[in-house]
């Protein structure tokens, strides 16, 4: 069964619709944030995210730095797939999102 890693604990939100798409684990505590250098912060989130396959998925909660760095080691971890769950405010309910980095820069380069 997949993943769902969560970017940051989240205390006031429920994310239990997330648990649908698979066991909800957090990457860091609500507590945790980037100050002057990222270098703690991106060994923290390496070490949580070292079994992230292109089966899993990110929620992103706080800090959006944090949320750059766990995408950016989730890409690398899957060379460039990515599954997001993001928030559907009408349907209170997540869906999913795909992307995929390096489809994104061949379309790029075509286009230019």
Same mark, same amino acid.
């Given at each position: 069964?997949p993943t769902?890693y &969560?970017? #940051?604990?989240?205390?006031?939100?429920d &994310?239990?619709?997330a648990?649908?798409?698979? *066991?909800? +684990?957090?990457?860091?505590?609500?507590?945790? #944030?980037v100050v002057l250098?990222a270098a703690?912060?991106?060994?923290k989130?390496?070490r949580?995210l070292k079994?992230?396959?292109?089966e *899993?998925?990110? @929620?992103?909660?706080?800090?959006p &730095?944090i949320m750059? @760095?766990?995408?950016m080691?989730a890409? *690398?971890l899957? #060379?460039?797939?990515?599954?997001? @769950? +993001?928030w559907d405010?009408?349907?209170?309910?997540y869906?999913?999102? @795909?992307?995929d980095?390096h *489809?994104m820069? +061949?379309?790029?380069? &075509?286009n230019?």
């Amino acid at each position: 069964m997949p993943t769902v890693y &969560i970017t #940051q604990e989240v205390e006031r939100w429920d &994310i239990f619709p997330a648990r649908k798409f698979g *066991d909800v +684990k957090a990457i860091l505590p609500s507590t945790a #944030q980037v100050v002057l250098s990222a270098a703690p912060t991106l060994r923290k989130i390496r070490r949580a995210l070292k079994d992230f396959t292109n089966e *899993d998925y990110l @929620l992103m909660s706080g800090d959006p &730095i944090i949320m750059g @760095l766990c995408m950016m080691v989730a890409t *690398d971890l899957t #060379q460039g797939q990515l599954r997001l @769950l +993001k928030w559907d405010k009408r349907e209170k309910d997540y869906y999913e999102v @795909l992307v995929d980095y390096h *489809d994104m820069i +061949k379309e790029e380069s &075509i286009n230019d």
